[in-house]
């Protein structure tokens, strides 16, 4: 792997132009491994800026619309032919940029170039279908149309994936995109951007805004011309974002946290358990939305599972995640390692025991980076904090159970209800998890966290606004349907 960031500005990509924002401020996107590492530059926008984008976008709608599905995923398999040509690069600045262990920001952009030839395809699938009339003599069908401008606000933690799993199914189904990713990973978006742009694609129906949440994030909310919101991120800002959208009438997406339970029952394969468990709670350091926050095991098994369960944590090893002796990267940045820090120190004053790890770590090349140490906590009640709210870091709260029922309620007692997983090989856990676990998704022995793209992806409660992305579902937030009756 060869070194291809270099430290310049970034400019917003406006009506197919790379162009810098009217405030002539920029904002500097660290590196969380060295914090003395900067980047990038990318550009602290403004309102106007903001609606420039959109009078682009809204300007492409028409003519990119009237183009046939096949010929709008044409561009999509053009773009992921040369995202596959730049994958070390992209995948390396996104390391740069947020910790994430380089062997997995490869698999994140090769996940990316798999969705954008998936939804390439999407472009020749039916668009409707044709429903019997009682009148005899006529014909009744239905089709879809897009929403027209679709605001697309993406969080830090998957920068190339959410990115592209929300822009490519909104454009091949015929809308045009403002979108604005975070500051923290704003350069690696304009890298995605680029490869869209080489692709072709009309000047218009793709378009780039970086800047503060508070004037791009919530201006996309609240833009008039803009027809329909996908969001991933914080539940305070996406309900923030979903009211601003309902008050005017735009269609709005929100997939937010997440308190993700494993269950491990008394006949579980634990070896299996162990290394899913470790995997799901602290790859990506934790900070993912599926990730594993809280493991409930069944009381005949808890301590020989603790044993395990700690042996293996304290193999990890924690670094940069270009160096490809690590295993566990760092935080993406001093706010969310504060924010685990400070969730680590609840839980031991309200009383949880600290097993392993437990404070930043600081040794060596550690020292100016956003480094914590992988921790896992016994003796937790599920009202602690660490047990009830989302930490977004690489902390594990066990808990004990009596049977897999007491397991089911303590595992539904969250406001979230994202993903849930338990490990058994008893056919009626299995199912009774399954019919009971109040989750959008469910694995069985296998790790909470991780979706196929073709499969619907969402959840319940306080984890979403209940729409699905990715697959097939992704054409209901992205288009409305039209009944047509020809007599």
Known sequence: MTTTIETKTYLNFINGEWVPSVSNEVEKSLNPADRNEVVGYVQKSTADDLNQAVAAAKAAKEGWRRLSGAARGEYLYKAAHIL??????????????????????????????????????????????????????????????????????????????????????????????????????????????????????PAGVINLITGPGRTIGQGIADHEEINGITFTGSNGVGKQIGQAALSRGAKYQLEMGGKNPVIVAADADLDLAVEAVVTGAFRSTGQKCTATSRVIVASEVFDEFKDMLVQKTKEITVGSGLDSRTWMGP?????????????????????????????????????????????????????????????????????????????????????????????????????????????????????????????????????????????????????????????
């Open 84 to 201: 596959e040509k730049r994958i070390d690069d992209i995948a390396e600045c996104a390391t740069r940029e947020m910790g994430k262990t380089f062997a997995e920001t490869k698999g994140e952009t090769s996940r990316g170039i798999a969705i954008l030839k998936y939804y390439a395809g999407e472009g020749m699938r039916k668009v409707g279908d044709v429903i019997p009339s009682t009148d005899s003599s006529a014909l009744m069908f239905t089709t879809r149309v897009p929403l027209g401008v679709v605001g697309v606000i993406t969080p830090w933690n998957f920068p190339i994936a959410i990115p592209i799993w929300k822009m490519a199914p909104a454009l091949v189904y015929g809308n045009t995109v403002v979108i604005k990713p975070a500051t923290e990973t704003a350069v690696t978006a304009a890298k995605i951007i680029e490869c869209f742009e080489e692709a072709g694609f």
């Open 331 to 487: 935080c993406a940045s001093e706010n969310q390692l504060n924010t685990v820090l400070s969730y680590i120190n609840k839980g031991v004053e309200e009383g949880a025991e600290l097993l392993t790890g437990g404070k930043r770590a600081e040794e060596g090349s550690q020292a100016d980076g956003y480094y914590v140490e992988p921790t896992i906590f016994d003796n937790c009640t599920p009202d602690m904090a660490i047990a009830r709210e989302e930490i977004f870091g690489p902390v594990i709260a066990l808990l004990k159970a009596e049977s897999v029922e007491e397991s089911l309620k303590l595992a539904n007692d969250t406001e979230y209800g994202l993903s849930a997983s338990i490990f058994t090989t008893n056919i009626q856990h299995l199912l009774s998890f399954v019919n009971d676990m109040e989750a959008g998704l469910i694995r069985v022995n296998a790790e909470s966290a991780g979706v196929e793209l073709q499969a619907p992806f969402g959840g319940m409660k306080q984890s979403s606004s209940h729409s699905r992305e990715q697959g097939e579902a992704a054409k209901e937030f992205f288009t409305s349907i039209k009944t047509v009756f020809v007599k």
